[in-house]
């Protein structure tokens, strides 16, 4: 007998608990925002459940906090405006202020603040004792205060500290090990420690730090760190040192020992060889035995940037030593996979990888490529920067063993990839890609006798004019577009590609990209991040048409972008003689960004680095102002108030901020930037502005 069900069931009869539930899963903050305004049932239940949130008015205004999100776990402070000032010094009570915040919060477990002297945790330790997880900003210079002052207070107040992150916090090596030890219970609590410092690439860990830092904290679990392996450095970072490491923290289940000289180097030289002067002192054998002391290790970065040679059968001893490892990155390591007969070995042993990055390994050939892809059948990630014999075929290959797990790739700085031949190897996996990043070289790869060369279709063309994607015949004197039609490249639709990154040179065009149909058909791209590096200073005349922003407006659901152009050297202030300061170089990058519908851009502008000035110019101020459709919008600079207020034109606005995230970062403005109270009156004037949407 049928039944009969009552189909007058209204959403609203679900069980809050179930409901909640629901509204736990979603993440979008600006879905979530939509949910609150729905009814005041939803408004509870959004408020009840938001766990994550991030504070984005003024200080001045700490005293207005809204008391309906008491279930934030994650509280991230880092961000208030004007970016980078004490946040609690708004008010002549610190501490009253401080409880405020407690008493707002009260169930915060997770913290990011912006810690420019000791006295902020001094104030914001003890009103969350519990706290479990800690990271700290700071990209100013650290205050003169005595080794390890920045910590004591978070140790001495916060004992159940599971994990902290110093990645973008500028300190001292020499602070971080004594503190440790004069908490001992804390360190031993500690399972993810995190000093791969990108604030100051000069710096990094000797090895008696690293072994004080490692014995102090026996339980970690992940651990990142910048090192010397320098060995003509005093305290340099050896076989001796990793194998000491894996002894005394033996449940590591991710490590990333990274010189600290990578982390500032600029885009290497694809004419090299791809040896360095210096090998670095680690040798296989330890190298296995560091391997057989770390058996749940999940991932691993060994970035050295000095030769270690000859490690085929070191990484063999990986596979079995470390049977966990799905994560793998080797920097200046050679010899890591031979492909005779393209046989797996070394490297390609490693079968349960899931994501490989391999860098400057100068030995690498094609056969190297396919045995890697025969051997890792897992790959979902690849990456291959500064390998000097790859080609393209190597990375055609592999792309078709991989074709039905990999969704992400890089290639960069390698000899015989350019932007068209990289584009070519991975048409295979046109279709299945999400994530890339080439570079933007638009020559075409020249002839060579060891086999590294362009298709044979192109023998005899060469670029006749790269800033417009022309190809001429240089035999024939005749012109052609790129256009791949017999091996459907051209019409091909790269149909899941979400995020694409490019690096290019200084004074380089972006128009080829489009212009000769090497990636135009994108329906799904939503960012893309562009790097410039190069030293203006030794270009001649600009393009009057610019960059070729304007040719992205093929990408129908492009919406983020990054732009930096902090790598990219020229004049802040008044240039020489038949030299152009920075001020036409940002029209030149930013000209025509307003035809693209973006709604979030992050910018850094161009620095000079005698004067350490990274700052928004009146070009560019009126570039950005008109982006008929941004929402968010970040500067990674500083910038004069009046050039600021051009932005009000845009109507969608919502979010604004200078973040002047480089070191050192200024500690007093200059009289004609933006200070605290310029900040305040360009805020006060955005916010009373109302929002279309």
């Known amino acids: 007998?049928?039944?009969?069900?009552?189909?007058?069931?209204?959403?609203?009869?679900?069980?809050?608990?179930?409901?909640?539930?629901?509204?736990?899963?979603?993440?979008?903050?600006?879905?979530?925002?939509?949910?609150?305004?729905?009814?005041?049932?939803?408004?509870?239940?959004?408020?009840?459940?938001?766990?994550?949130?991030?504070?984005?008015?003024?200080?001045?205004?700490?005293?207005?906090?809204?008391?309906?999100?008491?279930?934030?776990?994650?509280?991230?402070?880092?961000?208030?405006?004007?970016?980078?000032?004490?946040?609690?010094?708004?008010?002549?009570?610190?501490?009253?202020?401080?409880?405020?915040?407690h008493c707002t919060f009260p169930s915060v477990v997770t913290l990011t603040v912006y810690a420019r002297n000791p006295s902020i945790l001094h104030l914001l330790a003890p009103q969350w004792p519990n706290l479990r997880r800690i990271k700290l900003v700071r990209w100013h210079m650290r205050s003169p205060t005595t080794l390890g002052s920045d910590f004591l207070a978070l140790f001495e107040h916060c004992h159940s500290l599971a994990s902290l992150d110093l990645s973008h916090f500028y300190c001292w090596t020499e602070d971080l090990p004594p503190a440790l030890e004069a908490y001992p219970s804390?360190?031993?609590?500690?399972?993810?420690?995190?000093?791969?410092?990108?604030?100051?690439?000069?710096?990094?860990?000797?090895?008696?730090?690293?072994?004080?830092?490692?014995?102090?904290?026996?339980?970690?679990?992940?651990?990142?760190?910048?090192?010397?392996?320098?060995?003509?450095?005093?305290?340099?970072?050896?076989?001796?040192t990793l194998l000491s490491l894996a002894t005394n923290c033996p449940r590591l289940s991710l490590l990333h020992l990274?010189?600290?000289?990578?982390?500032?180097?600029?885009?290497?030289?694809?004419?090299?060889?791809?040896?360095?002067?210096?090998?670095?002192?680690?040798?296989?054998?330890?190298?296995?035995?560091?391997?057989?002391?770390?058996?749940?290790?999940?991932?691993?970065?060994?970035?050295?940037?000095?030769?270690?040679?000859?490690?085929?059968?070191?990484?063999?001893?990986?596979?079995?030593?470390?049977p966990r490892l799905k994560s793998l990155k080797l920097g200046q390591f050679h010899?890591?996979?031979?492909?005779?007969?393209?046989?797996p070995d070394g490297i390609a042993l490693c079968s349960r990888l899931e994501s490989l990055s391999i860098k400057n390994c100068a030995d690498l050939t094609d056969s190297g490529l396919i045995s890697i892809s025969l051997g890792c059948p897992r790959l979902t990630k690849f990456e291959v920067q500064g390998c000097k014999k790859i080609t393209k075929l190597g990375m055609t290959k592999l792309a078709s063993i991989l074709r039905k797990t990999l969704t992400e790739v890089k290639i960069s700085c390698c000899k015989h990839l350019n932007t068209v031949t990289s584009l070519q190897a991975l048409e295979p996996i046109r279709d299945c890609l999400q994530r890339l990043h080439i570079d933007c070289v638009w020559e075409m790869v020249e002839q060579s006798g060891s086999g590294a060369t362009s298709s044979a279709k192109y023998d005899g063309f060469k670029c006749s004019d790269k800033r417009r994607g022309i190809w001429e015949d240089a035999n024939l004197k005749k012109k052609y577009?790129?256009?791949?039609?017999?091996?459907?490249?051209?019409?091909?639709?790269?149909?899941?590609?979400?995020?694409?990154?490019?690096?290019?040179?200084?004074?380089?065009l972006l128009n080829p990209l489009v212009l000769a149909g090497i990636l135009?058909?994108?329906?799904?791209?939503?960012?893309?991040?562009?790097?410039?590096?190069?030293?203006?200073?030794?270009?001649?005349?600009?393009?009057?048409?610019?960059?070729?922003?304007?040719?992205?407006?093929?990408?129908?659901?492009?919406?983020?972008?990054?732009?930096?152009?902090?790598?990219?050297i020229g004049?802040?202030?008044?240039?020489?003689?038949?030299?152009?300061?920075?001020?036409?170089?940002?029209?030149?990058?930013?000209?025509?960004?307003?035809?693209?519908?973006?709604?979030?851009?992050n910018y850094w502008p161009p620095?000079?680095?005698?004067?350490?000035?990274?700052?928004?110019?009146?070009?560019?101020?009126?570039?950005l102002a008109q982006c008929r459709t941004m929402r968010k919008l970040f500067v990674h600079g500083t910038a004069n108030e009046h050039f600021m207020m051009f932005l009000l034109k845009v109507q969608t606005l919502r979010d604004v901020q200078l973040r002047e995230d480089y070191y050192p970062a200024p500690e007093n403005d200059n009289s004609t930037e933006m200070r605290i109270d310029s900040c305040s009156r360009f805020e006060d004037a955005l916010n009373r502005r109302a929002i279309p949407d």
């Open 258 to 322: 990274v010189d600290s000289s990578s982390l500032s180097a600029a885009r290497g030289d694809p004419d090299n060889d791809g040896y360095t002067t210096e090998d670095a002192r680690i040798r296989q054998t330890m190298l296995i035995e560091m391997f057989s002391a770390l058996p749940l290790l999940e991932e691993l970065v060994l970035d050295v940037c000095h030769n270690v040679r000859d490690t085929g059968v070191a990484l063999e001893m990986l596979n079995s030593k470390c």
């Open 1 to 101: 007998m049928a039944r009969n069900f009552n189909t007058n069931v209204h959403f609203h009869d679900i069980p809050d608990a179930i409901l909640s539930s629901i509204f736990s899963l979603i993440t979008d903050t600006r879905s979530r925002n939509a949910m609150s305004l729905v009814c005041l049932k939803w408004h509870l239940i959004e408020r009840s459940t938001r766990t994550c949130l991030s504070l984005r008015g003024n200080i001045r205004d700490l005293f207005l906090l809204p008391t309906c999100f008491r279930a934030v776990t994650n509280l991230d402070l880092s961000l208030v405006s004007p970016w980078g000032r004490p946040i609690l010094d708004s008010s002549p009570n610190t501490t009253l202020l401080a409880q405020v915040l």
């Open 520 to 568: 135009d058909d994108c329906p799904m791209l939503e960012e893309i991040q562009i790097k410039v590096e190069g030293d203006c200073r030794h270009q001649s005349r600009l393009s009057p048409d610019g960059f070729g922003l304007s040719f992205l407006q093929c990408y129908p659901r492009l919406s983020k972008m990054h732009i930096d152009c902090q790598a990219a």
């Open 571 to 601: 004049y802040a202030l008044t240039a020489p003689s038949g030299h152009a300061d920075l001020s036409p170089w940002e029209r030149f990058y930013l000209n025509g960004i307003g035809r693209l519908n973006l709604t979030e851009l």
């Open 186 to 240: 804390i360190a031993a609590s500690l399972s993810h420690l995190n000093v791969l410092n990108y604030t100051s690439a000069d710096q990094g860990f000797k090895s008696h730090e690293i072994l004080a830092i490692t014995s102090a904290c026996p339980n970690l679990r992940e651990f990142l760190a910048a090192c010397i392996f320098d060995h003509r450095y005093i305290g340099f970072v050896g076989d001796e």
């Open 481 to 508: 577009k790129y256009n791949d039609n017999e091996n459907g490249y051209a019409s091909s639709t790269w149909a899941k590609l979400q995020c694409l990154s490019l690096w290019i040179a200084v004074g380089e």
């Open 335 to 343: 010899g890591i996979c031979k492909g005779i007969d393209a046989r």
């Open 607 to 623: 620095q000079d680095i005698d004067y350490n000035k990274r700052s928004l110019s009146l070009p560019a101020a009126g570039l």
